[in-house]
């Protein structure tokens, strides 16, 4: 995912070392670098994937795994239709290939630090992955930074991450969770049973019982202009809003 300048930063070569199906059209994979490197929570990778013929295409995720040290980094990828490189991850893609990628990438679209004021997450499908990355590098470096995440996603079954949200929900007092479910009736009380507007912006800065200093909004192009009209609508100020926007 890339808003923003151009960087120069080696290609290398890693290896799938594990494939989690985590929602119906999302998988996560686990990519062990030959040449690791550290990351800020937001950053993305570009992939490159090259053909016998020489044929090659270029794809940019975030990178979803929080910004420790560590050799290996955690990649969520959506199967978007007609997606050319997601459907290579998605049908062909195994455990011991390898591929190739450049970063970290990215300055723009960053975890705030230090970090001290409160902060909204705005996202959907696979969009989750820099913010999930924010969530884990919150959790281990500025736990009590009052953090609330409105997540959209089409059913339950295909909330990202869903899992360890609730439980970081249920054990930390300063994080709230909200699900925006667009084709089915939420489980929850506290989630909404329709697309992402304003007035449910409003209800999550409540929530939050003060406006957030900066707020970052990710998924496709459509999502983000839906998503970020509705932060404007909540009157929340253009110059805190960050966005990022996938593709195939």
């Not at 997606?83 to 290579?88: I, K, L």
């Not at 994080?175 to 667009?182: Q, R």
Request: some cysteine; aromatic content about 6%.
């Amino acid at each position: 995912m890339t808003e923003g300048g151009a960087q120069t930063v080696a290609w290398q070569s890693c290896v799938i070392e594990d494939i989690v199906q985590q929602t119906p059209s999302i998988k996560s994979f686990f990519l062990r670098l030959s040449k690791p490197f550290a990351h800020i929570a937001g950053q993305h990778v570009d992939v490159r994937l090259t053909a016998p013929d020489g044929y090659s295409a270029m794809r940019s995720y975030s990178i979803a795994s929080a910004a420790i040290s560590s050799p290996v980094i955690e990649l969520a990828i959506e199967h978007l239709p007609d997606g050319e490189v997601s459907s290579y991850f998605h049908e062909v893609a195994a455990i011991g290939d390898e591929i190739e990628l450049r970063g970290p990438l990215g300055g723009h679209f960053l975890w705030p630090d230090p970090a001290g004021d409160a902060v909204l997450l705005i996202g959907a499908g696979s969009g989750l992955a820099p913010l999930m990355a924010m969530i884990r590098q919150r959790r281990t470096q500025s736990p009590a930074v009052p953090t609330a995440l409105l997540l959209s996603a089409r059913t339950a079954e295909d909330v990202l991450f869903s899992a360890e949200l609730h439980s970081t929900e249920t054990s930390d007092a300063a994080f709230v969770l909200a699900l925006a479910i667009t084709r089915e009736e939420p489980i929850r009380a506290s989630d909404f049973g329709r697309r992402i507007d304003g007035a449910m912006v409003q209800d999550i800065v409540a929530r939050l019982n003060r406006k957030p200093s900066q707020v970052f909004v990710c998924g496709s192009n459509g999502f983000v202009n839906i998503a970020t009209e509705g932060a404007l609508l909540a009157g929340l100020s253009p110059s805190i809003i960050k966005t990022e926007r996938y593709g195939g």
